[in-house]
């Protein structure tokens, strides 16, 4: 027993340093200082911040498949308000993967892809630090 709720803390800690990395990254990945330059001399997101939000957006979505797939009913897992700002996190990212980096529209849904996975993983760091400070109650 308490090596498994050692685990359930360990995977916690870890997942709030991901949605602490993640929200870093966004933020710097906005200041001009740290972005790129293309051959056009336009502003690009810088490559390091961009590999960042890729493994955390790795995690989160390990994290979310890992739940469904131990979920008992996956009808109710899908109706849980918190998998589905998980989900609303996370599917902009793909989204934004099918999308031709070149074109106009591209570029707004960069900037709606960003607001849309802020807005929910502040959410989920405040939820997330609830949990773990219950979890670290109880163990």
């Known amino acids: ?3 498994a709720t050692c685990c359930v803390q ?3 800690l870890i997942s709030i340093l991901f949605v602490v990395a ?3 990254g966004l933020t ?3 200041m001009p200082s740290l972005q790129g330059r293309d ?4 502003s690009v997101d810088n490559v390091h911040l961009v590999n960042l939000e890729a493994a955390c957006i790795g995690w989160f979505t390990l994290e979310y498949v890992l739940r469904l797939w131990a979920a008992p009913s996956k009808c109710q897992f899908f109706k849980g308000a918190l998998n589905a700002i998980d989900l609303l996190a996370i599917l902009p990212y793909y989204v934004s993967l099918g999308l031709d980096e070149s074109s106009e529209s591209a570029d707004h849904f960069h ?6 996975q802020v807005v929910p993983q502040l959410s989920l760091a405040s939820l997330r630090g609830h949990l ?8």
């Open 22 to 24: 993640s929200m870093i």
């Open 39 to 42: 051959a056009d001399n336009n």
């Open 132 to 139: 773990i400070a219950h979890q670290f109650r109880l163990g």
């Open 10 to 12: 360990i995977v916690a």
């Open 111 to 116: 900037d709606v892809k960003r607001l849309v």
């Open 1 to 3: 027993m308490w090596a």
């Open 28 to 30: 710097l990945n906005t």
